[in-house]
């Protein structure tokens, strides 16, 4: 049981708007910046929206974050099949004194 | 290029240690806190310890605290993993990544590639 609650799946055809939910408490997103992560298999974990709304360079605009009170979301416009992975949510909860993540969301582009 | 490259990973029975390494590159590594996450099979990611760039600070898991030693050689750009009394449930791949800044708080900026142990009983 992860601390912070995502769906386990999520799917849209390509070029749809896709959005995945990760809610959290009063300790961790409702204080701390949302962080979210892009994982493939075998890979190294990719930073993709970070301080809850801010891209690294190398991110495309059509990825986006946002939060509101204890919960954040990604949006992913324009899918494409390459956006196929697992996305993870993480913020810093100050009662566990550590990084909690989500369960992670599976995204297929169908 | 910044670049995070972790070895030390293998098959240990249960009970036992390993340590974990992850050698920097491409940044000033005194810098920045570093991280270890893991990812057991089939499970999502978990975070595992910090440490905070001048190595005064560190946070652990609950489920390894007094069991897993995080510390770092600023001299030698290198992060360690002492895991000791080991279980089947650390069986997982292991990431070191680099923080946002100094302390932990924040994003985890850049990733290795894994190093994967496996716990056998």
């Known amino acids: 049981q992860s601390v912070l609650t995502q769906p386990p799946s999520a799917s849209g055809t390509p070029g749809q708007r896709v959005t995945i939910s990760c809610s959290g408490t009063?300790?961790?997103?409702?204080?701390?910046?949302v962080a979210w992560y892009r994982h493939l298999p075998g890979t190294a974990p990719k930073l993709l929206i970070y301080r809850d709304n801010q891209r690294p360079s190398g991110v495309p605009d059509r990825l986006s974050g946002s939060k509101s009170g204890t919960s954040a979301s990604l949006a992913i416009s324009g899918l494409q099949s390459e956006d196929e992975a697992d996305y993870y949510c993480a913020a810093w909860d100050d009662s566990l004194n550590g990084v909690v993540f989500g369960g992670g969301t599976k995204l297929t582009v169908l | 290029q910044v670049q995070l490259v972790e070895s030390g990973g293998g098959v240990v029975q249960s009970g036992t240690s390993l340590r974990l390494s992850c050698v920097a590159s491409g940044f000033t590594f005194s810098r920045y806190a570093m991280h270890w996450v893991r990812q057991a099979p089939g499970k999502g990611l978990e975070w595992v310890a910090v440490m905070w760039s001048d190595g005064n600070l560190q946070y652990y898991l609950d489920s390894v605290k007094g069991r897993f030693i995080i510390s770092r050689d600023n001299s030698k750009n290198t992060l360690y993993l002492q895991m000791n009394s080991l279980r089947g449930e650390d069986t997982a791949v292991y990431f070191c990544?680099?923080?946002?800044?100094?302390?932990?708080?924040?994003?985890?900026?850049?990733w290795g590639q894994g190093t994967t142990v496996t716990v056998s009983s």
């Open positions: 990544a680099r923080g946002e800044g100094p302390t932990g708080y924040y994003t985890m900026e850049v």
């Open positions: 009063s300790s961790n997103i409702g204080i701390n910046s």
